[in-house]
């Protein structure tokens, strides 16, 4: 999927949700914020939400990704981890981030793949002026949705990342 996104002009993220209005109202909104998503799951659950990391790695890119202006044989870095929550165990999200390591300070680039801090809170405390841009909403299955947006820094996309929620979990 991530080959996929191209450099593209704005797209209008409310648009993204149309095919999607049947979703539980908070999961709708979820799906448009460019806030910190563990914060907002934790405000909606009243419960901490731990970030349980499921891999991370660096590795050569097999293909392009022209959005994060990685091309085949870049180094990029992939991390894969579950939102939590600290009370009921209940997962309510996953994601799949792609860092291109050219486009982070070295400082933030480590922050970022700590695996015990989720990359919103890293962003909110050391990446001031960063924002997210919504790139594409999606109903994976019945039971799924995700979203995809770039983390752009210094006016370029440095991270995409893929959420995937379980709608059960919001109805």
Known sequence: ?????????????????????????????????????????????????????????EFTMPADVSHLRLTEGDSAFIRQVELVGGDSGSSYASAISLLNPAMLEAKLFHELIDENVGMGEVLRNSARGSYREVLDVRRETQDTVTRTYAVILASRPAILITEKFQIGAFS
């Open 1 to 57: 999927m991530l080959q996929s996104i191209e450099v593209a002009p704005e797209i209008d993220a409310a648009a993204l949700l149309e095919p999607n209005l049947d979703l539980p109202p908070f999961l709708r909104a979820l799906l448009l914020a460019d806030g910190t998503v563990t914060r907002l799951l934790g405000a909606y659950f009243a419960e901490e939400i731990a970030i349980r990391t499921l891999a991370q790695r």
